[in-house]
């Protein structure tokens, strides 16, 4: 499910609606789960150059489901609940990270829940993750 569909079936529902990216390093094995606001563009030459990599990619279905356990068009911050091992790095965008309420996907993609800020940070907390905040245009 693409951004615009999403948005369409969504509604009117409070917080800021994000994407997700799955994405990987493209001759390591680097892994990253990106999120930030629906609305901003995500050129990954320019985020693999802030990153400190070569060059980024989008990572096979496989992948995901191996690393968070999710089917593609279902990616979410929350599937990080999934990844024990700590394989995939979490990059928000700023303005995730400081928006009062954030809209995510359960695992699935026929839902759409709104998270506190307050909350989003225990979880992640609670999983041990510390995520990479970068500012996008």
Known sequence: MTCEQASALVGDLPGLRVKNL??????????LLVVADEQAPVNLVALAERLGTRRLSFASPERLRRHLGVEPGAVTLLALVNDGAHQVELVLERRVWEAPLVQCHPLINTETWVLEQADLRTLLSAWGRVPTLLTLP
């Open 22 to 31: 799955f994405l990987k390093e493209s001759r390591g094995q680097r892994l």
